[in-house]
């Protein structure tokens, strides 16, 4: 991307993660990431804890960012920040020290959009990583989000299909909570998945029109489901638990690729790219490589860091927004809800 030397601080806290990272051009030089365990004991997120944890994590998180990456907070160019969709108490905490630290030093804030984030987050450079060519199709899936995007360049993306009610990440965690699995379950479904046979309980997929998406039905159906099961047998959960997460993933798996499949044929675009935490799943990813092999695909897979919130993604949007001038006032205001 040319021989430009611009040193970009990306914020991220849209949800419970306290991040920040600096980048040199599309280098990553740190990503430094501060979970909140406390919300494993509620099973989800609360808003309110979210954001006085950000505020304690806040400064020491920047200040090690810019430690690891090696230079100084005069040295930077830019301060690029979520601006939105996220938890408004956590947006206005990275919002707000993203805007003075900016006026402190005098130098640009670039207001970033967080789903973009999940999907430029593939423009990071990255050693034997390859970025998708425009026009591409992007699937990100996460806790609060479930979209098809078609991209045309870094700046005009397109919402082709979202969910009409609950997002994947959601399904994943309520079912965790049946199956009376930690919060959060996505990983350990993912992992007990692996173990069980996927075909050995059926549950019916939502008929959805067009490229949406629906995950509140499957939810149901997998509750009376589990209330019919454990009725009759006491012991069904602790005795099919790998079989069930194995039958719900393999479910949740074939939802998503129909619709990409659907997607594919609709835009006649084959290089596909995932973001968002939902996109570390073991069993996603192996089914978007067979889809290389079966449907002539090209898929762009990212790095597990890159997959959850972080500022990386951020900082990367930020270097692009940066590159073409395109800086906020400083009266921008964090949204809960924004749209791409």
Known sequence: MGK???????????????????LHND???????????????????????????????????????????????????????????????????????????????????????????????????????????FPFLAMTISGGH????????????????????????????????????????????????????????QFTKPKVEGLNFSFSGLKTAILYFIQRETKANPNFIKEHLNDICASIQYTIIGILMDKLKRATKETGITHIAIGGGVSANSGIRKALKDAESKFGWTTYIPKFEYTTDNAAMIAIVGYLKYRNNDFSDFDVMATARLKI
């Open 27 to 133: 280098r990553i030089l740190s990503n430094v990431v501060a979970n909140q365990t406390i919300h494993a004991e509620y099973g989800g997120v609360v808003p309110e804890l979210a954001s006085r944890a950000h505020q304690s994590n806040i400064v020491p998180v920047v200040d090690q960012a810019i430690k690891k990456a090696g230079i100084t907070k005069e040295q930077l160019n830019g301060i690029a920040f979520t601006r939105g969709p996220g938890l408004m108490g956590s947006l206005l905490v990275g919002t707000s020290f993203a805007k003075s630290l900016a006026l402190g030093l005098n130098i640009p804030l670039i207001d970033v959009n967080h789903m973009q984030g999940h999907i430029l987050a593939h423009y990071i450079d990255e050693e034997g990583h390859n970025k998708p060519p």
């Open 4 to 22: 430009e030397n611009i040193y970009i601080l990306g914020i991220e806290s849209s949800c419970d993660d306290t991040s920040a990272a600096v």
């Open 146 to 201: 479930t979209q098809i995007v078609k991209v045309n360049n870094y700046f005009d993306m397109e919402v082709i299909g979202e969910t009409i009610d609950d997002a994947v990440g959601e399904a994943y965690d309520k079912s965790g909570k049946l199956l009376g699995l930690g919060y959060p379950a996505g990983p350990q479904i993912d992992k007990l998945a692996q173990l069980g046979n996927p075909k050995a309980f």
